[in-house]
T-cell receptor, first 110, second 114 residues
Framework: GQSLEQPSEVTAVEGAIVQINCTYQ??????LSWYQQHDGGAPTFLSY????GLEETGRFSSFLSRSDSYGYLLLQELQMKDSASYFC???????????FGAGTRLFVKA | DGGITQSPKYLFRKEGQNVTLSCEQN?????MYWYRQDPGQGLRLIYYSQIVNDFQKGDIAEGYSVSREKKESFPLTVTSAQKNPTAFYLCASAGQYSGANVLTFGAGSRLTVL
């Protein structure tokens, strides 16, 4: 089957660094993507890893290790507005289909 | 502005009724998707379409139907056969970004069955 595992909740302090892990078991794996969703809103794209290694986009970085079926999202200099749910998504079927994990709820405290 | 428009935003339905959720995009994307979101269960794929007049079942297609007669439109019908239809429904289309299939989501439609 297809599955992605993420922690359900993470809490961190404003200004800190937090890492959200994602392990996947998907056939036809093409790449790993990350989306952010605020309460009541639509998910928005953050980052994508098609190859092993680190991708950096401002305060956000994402990492992929295909041999370990593992990736993570790293958020630096946390701000209150980063409080949201974060979903990892496995792209399969030649990249046309994205299967998501259950999401990680991030709480940023002052 | 380019984007995805879903309507209605909120919908109430009696048991046994079919309901159709609208999804329109002006991003000129070929691929479109419907996801269902329940609390604590993330996003689950219902149907997707890579091109006009073609669509495939996702992981939870039972009780749902779709059509793709135009590139811009991908409506979802929640039929009376869907056992637990109360959920948040998200439509998305996909564009390419550095080899990635990047999803742009609409604002969602929240369906409540009374």
């Amino acid at each position: 089957g297809q599955s992605l595992e993420q922690p359900s909740e993470v809490t961190a302090v404003e200004g800190a660094i937090v890492q959200i892990n994602c392990t996947y078991q998907t056939s036809g794996f093409y790449g790993l993507s990350w989306y952010q969703q605020h309460d009541g809103g639509a998910p928005t794209f953050l980052s994508y890893n098609g190859l092993d290694g680190l991708e950096e986009t401002g305060r956000f970085s994402s990492f992929l290790s295909r041999s370990d079926s593992y990736g993570y999202l790293l958020l630096q200099e946390l701000q209150m507005k980063d409080s949201a749910s974060y979903f990892c998504g496995s792209q399969v079927t030649g990249g046309f289909k994205t299967i998501f994990g259950a999401g990680t709820r991030l709480f940023v405290k002052a | 502005d380019g984007g995805i428009t879903q309507s209605p935003k909120y919908l109430f339905r009696k048991e046994g009724q079919n309901v159709t959720l609208s999804c329109e995009q002006n991003l000129n994307h070929d691929a479109m998707y419907w996801y269902r979101q329940d609390p604590g269960q993330g996003l689950r794929l219902i149907y997707y379409s890579q091109i006009v007049n073609d669509f495939q079942k996702g992981d939870i297609a039972e009780g749902y139907s779709v059509s793709r007669e135009k590139k811009e439109s991908f409506p979802l019908t929640v039929t009376s056969a869907q056992k637990n239809p109360t959920a948040f429904y998200l439509c998305a289309s996909a564009g390419q970004y550095s080899g990635a299939n990047v999803l742009t989501f609409g604002a969602g439609s929240r369906l409540t069955v009374l």
